[in-house]
């Protein structure tokens, strides 16, 4: 039953891409996720930006420059961690200040 929920829960919240160096992500999260559809790209040889930066910077690039200024970002679980991965999250979310 427990298994039965945890992927009605993981199914409904299923992200278009999944970008990022992926060093902390678990390899059956990732499997799961792809399976489903959801296209992995790996920047593991990005070392200079956070994943957080790759992601945003991924949807810039994807939205027409018409439809940017409608543009609105929910970023979740960017707080309350490693000071230096929140100061990083703060930064990017100052370089991209444009965005809502």
């Given at each position: 039953?427990?298994?039965?929920?945890m992927?009605c829960?993981?199914?409904?919240?299923?992200?278009?891409?999944?970008?990022?160096d992926?060093?902390s992500?678990?390899?059956?999260?990732?499997?799961?996720?792809?399976?489903?559809?959801?296209?992995?790209?790996?920047?593991?040889?990005?070392?200079?930006?956070?994943?957080?930066?790759k992601?945003?910077?991924h949807?810039?690039?994807?939205?027409?420059?018409?439809?940017?200024?409608?543009l609105?970002?929910?970023?979740?679980?960017?707080?309350?961690?490693?000071f230096?991965?929140?100061?990083?999250?703060?930064?990017?979310?100052?370089?991209?200040?444009?965005?809502?």
């Open positions: 039953l427990f298994k039965i929920r992927f829960v993981c199914s409904r919240y299923q992200p278009d891409v999944i970008k990022g992926m060093d992500i678990r390899y059956e999260v990732l499997n799961f996720y792809t399976k489903l559809g959801c296209d992995a790209i790996d920047e593991s040889h990005d070392q200079d930006t956070t994943d957080l930066y992601c945003i910077s949807i810039n690039n994807l939205t027409p420059d018409v439809e940017k200024s409608d609105c970002v929910l970023v979740t679980g960017a707080l309350g961690g490693r230096d991965h929140e100061a990083g999250n703060i930064n990017v979310l100052c370089r991209f200040s444009s965005l809502r």
